[in-house]
């Protein structure tokens, strides 16, 4: 024997079912869309289950079945940290090895170190200094946007125009590699420096004037890690420009570079300077 079966709706507000009939949702009172003509009915035999026809609006059934962006987002950073520290420990452990086998697939995680070098100069200013000053007889306002993000987006310039120097002599050194694979491995040459320089923002975060120590030790080992990478191009290829000369015209550009650049970076680190300057001198 067939019996018939009503169609539903479903509700774009709250979801629950209702008859086609039905003008407004019984649930929330939310307005059901109008259906044109005659529905038809479905028949089922006796003993088997029934099956209504479901119009299901999609942004309700998305919502059912797919996790939102912001979900998405939440557990692709943490996958990404997750990631990245594993990388971050692996170079701290072995710097040299490790770093001389990276390449750009590593890319994301070469940036990220990239970018982290340059916050923590800033913002190890910016705590230490502010955290000084808060003891003096006159205590200056501290300017977060000149303190830290200025210097920050400079010394990511910076950086970025060291690798493409790099990357611009080692080819004069008939190195196959690309500006990707030298942003990476500048990268993972500065995991030691910004592990020194993140000890340098913890103890200027305690108000201690002993993170120019680890400020200090951090700059100049970012500083020695030009000569690690240009050998660890060059350390396989005999032709081409000696690796001696090579790091030499590294520092050469490096040097050019910040006299290029002296004018506005002295400017800026004055205006910094003026900003902590409690007495106005």
């Keep these: 024997m067939l019996k018939k079966e009503r169609y539903i709706l479903f509700c774009v507000n709250c979801g629950r079912k209702n008859e086609t009939s039905a003008k407004f949702c ?46 998405q987002y939440l557990e692709k950073g943490k996958t990404i940290s997750k990631l990245y520290f594993s990388y971050f420990l692996s170079v701290l452990k072995s710097p040299v090895p490790t770093a001389e086998r990276i390449g750009k697939k590593e890319l994301t995680n070469g940036i990220i170190t990239i ?26 306002d501290v300017s977060f946007s000149a303190v830290v993000l200025k210097p920050f ?52 975060l305690i108000g201690s004037v002993f993170f120019a120590v680890f400020l200090i030790l951090g700059l100049v080992g970012a500083s020695l890690i030009i000569p690690l990478i240009v050998y660890s ?40 300077i003026n900003n902590f300057d409690p007495f106005g001198f």
Excluded: H, W
């Design 115 to 140: 970018v982290l070098f340059a916050l923590m100069i800033p913002l190890m200013t910016f705590f230490g200094l502010k955290g000084l000053l808060e003891d003096s007889f006159y205590s200056p």
């Design 26 to 71: 019984e649930g929330c009172g939310t307005k059901l869309p109008e259906t044109t003509g005659s529905s038809p009915e479905v028949q089922t035999s006796q003993g088997e289950s029934s099956q209504s026809y479901q119009q299901v609006p999609p942004s309700y059934q998305n919502s059912q079945t797919v996790p939102g962006n912001g979900q």
């Design 233 to 272: 191009f060059k350390r396989e290829i005999n032709k081409g420009l000696d690796t001696f000369y090579c790091t030499f015209l590294v520092y050469i550009g490096i040097a050019i570079l910040f006299v290029v650049l002296g004018e506005q970076a002295f400017y800026e680190i004055e205006n910094m």
């Design 153 to 204: 987006f400079t010394l990511v310039v910076i950086l970025a125009l060291i690798a493409v120097i790099i990357f611009g002599v080692i080819k004069l050194g008939k190195s196959p590699a690309s500006l990707l694979d030298v942003i990476s491995r500048l990268g993972a040459f500065l995991v030691v420096p910004t592990a020194l320089l993140f000890i340098a923002l913890i103890i200027s």
